[in-house]
């Protein structure tokens, strides 16, 4: 079995990660993390619930949001509803108790419904490493993935959002209303200049091998009214720019449509 590590400080547990490199896992919640390492023959995990990474700071225009800090209780403290919608779609209420935020964003598709929603919002991610803190845009970290696998990157510590600019909404498609893996997660941030859109951020979760914004859809929709017509050739454009996969939830051919669809829905309900 693995050697469980608890660290009393952030930087000691940073230490611990550049020292074990990959053998090495951040226990949270655990609610992805134990399905993947047990039984294992060996590595560490390395426990984060003395570091006090378990709590939400309101500040000025947004919010500080520990790494630690379970889906319910970000979803009682953050009130947007985009992401509070996402909180209520990643499993059933026990998950959603011990399932963490900075956990969700390291889990693999077709899990980690969360990153659509926080892509479309623009939050930023703050590490530690054994060199000092980092921060790096979300989209930033997720297009460092390889093979749909995250880089080693330190100890996620919290993740800042600022209130959003425009009016944000998140769609999931599953087989199930609850308790299901994800086919295709849709979330759009979309602010509007006199009824003219002038910025937007669409994010997808299980149309690539890890979450993305979706350039393609949001040139669609800048510039117009979000009349049907632009919501259209978002959809379509989206439809045509994602590279899903096949495995036991959908096949490509499903996830391709499902995602065309999901973002003319997302963006109708902001219309």
């Known amino acids: 079995m693995p050697e469980l590590l608890r660290p009393g400080s952030i930087d000691e ?22 399905r993947e390492t047990y039984p294992s023959d060996g590595g560490y995990l390395i426990g984060v619930d003395r570091l006090g ?4 700071v309101a ?30 779609e990643i499993g059933g209420p026990a998950v959603q108790n ?11 598709a077709p899990f980690g419904d969360l990153a659509p929603a926080l892509l479309a919002l623009g939050a930023r991610l703050v590490f530690a490493t054994a060199d000092g803190e980092t921060t790096q845009s979300i989209e930033d970290f997720y297009g460092a993935w390889t093979d749909g696998a995250p880089p080693q990157t330190g100890l996620l510590t919290r993740i800042e959002l600022d ?12 087989r199930r209303r609850y308790s299901t893996p994800s086919v295709v997660t849709v979330a ?22 890890q979450p993305t914004r979706c350039a393609p859809a949001e040139q669609a929709v800048i510039g117009s009214g979000l009349d049907e017509a632009a919501i259209a050739a978002a959809a379509a454009a ?8 096949t495995d036991a939830v959908a096949t490509d051919w499903y996830r391709r449509r499902m995602t065309g669809v999901f973002v003319g829905r997302v963006l109708a309900a902001l219309a």
């Open 13 to 34: 547990a940073a230490d611990l990660i550049a020292r074990h490199g990959a053998a090495a896992a951040v226990l949270a919640g655990g609610t992805s993390l134990m």
């Open 163 to 174: 209130a959003p600019a425009g009016d944000a909404a998140y769609m999931k498609c599953a």
């Open 53 to 56: 990474l378990d709590k939400v």
């Open 98 to 108: 011990m399932a963490t935020v900075g956990g969700n964003l390291f889990a693999r």
């Open 59 to 88: 500040r000025d225009g947004g919010w500080s949001i520990g790494a630690a800090v379970s889906l319910s209780v970000l979803r009682e403290a953050v009130p947007i509803a985009a992401l509070q919608a996402a909180t209520r």
């Open 188 to 209: 759009a941030c979309v602010q509007k200049d006199g009824g003219t859109v002038s910025d937007a951020h669409i994010a997808l979760s299980g149309a690539s091998a």
């Open 238 to 245: 989206a439809e045509g720019a994602v590279e899903p996969q």
